[in-house]
Nanobody, 120 residues
Framework: QVQLVESGGGLVQAGGSLRLSCAASGRYAMGWFRQAPGKEREFVASITWSGGNTYYADSVKGRFTISRDNAKNTVNLQMNSLKPEDTALYYC?????????????????WGQGTQVTVSS
């Protein structure tokens, strides 16, 4: 059974930074998604199985960086210049294919989520 465990969420002021991590029980193409209260879950960033390609939502491009450590089976999301609108529950997801996706239905496994709150 695939297990994904997120960590690193918390409360930060606008303009600050947080680093999320996702520990997986194996090596997969990975993605980060987020869901704010009253809104649908949305794509944030993804990375291929090899780590050679990364993809970002327009809303986070230039501020967030996704990376992976294949030796540790972890994927990180470095979030800089955070804004109040980044406040959400952030989910790590894994897919069996090696390419990275942007759609929720392209992912096979999900973590429980970690809360990120950005105060103004």
């Amino acid at each position: 059974q695939v297990q994904l465990v997120e960590s690193g969420g918390g409360l930060v002021q606008a303009g600050g930074s947080l680093r999320l991590s996702c520990a997986a029980s194996g090596r997969y193409a990975m993605g980060w998604f987020r869901q704010a209260p009253g809104k649908e879950r949305e794509f944030v960033a993804s990375i291929t199985w090899s780590g050679g390609n990364t993809y970002y939502a327009d809303s986070v491009k230039g501020r967030f960086t996704i990376s992976r450590d294949n030796a540790k089976n972890t994927v990180n999301l470095q979030m800089n210049s955070l804004k109040p609108e980044d406040t959400a529950l952030y989910y790590c997801a894994a897919r069996r294919l090696r390419t990275a996706g942007r759609a929720i239905n392209e992912y096979d496994y999900w973590g429980q989520g970690t809360q990120v709150t950005v105060s103004s």
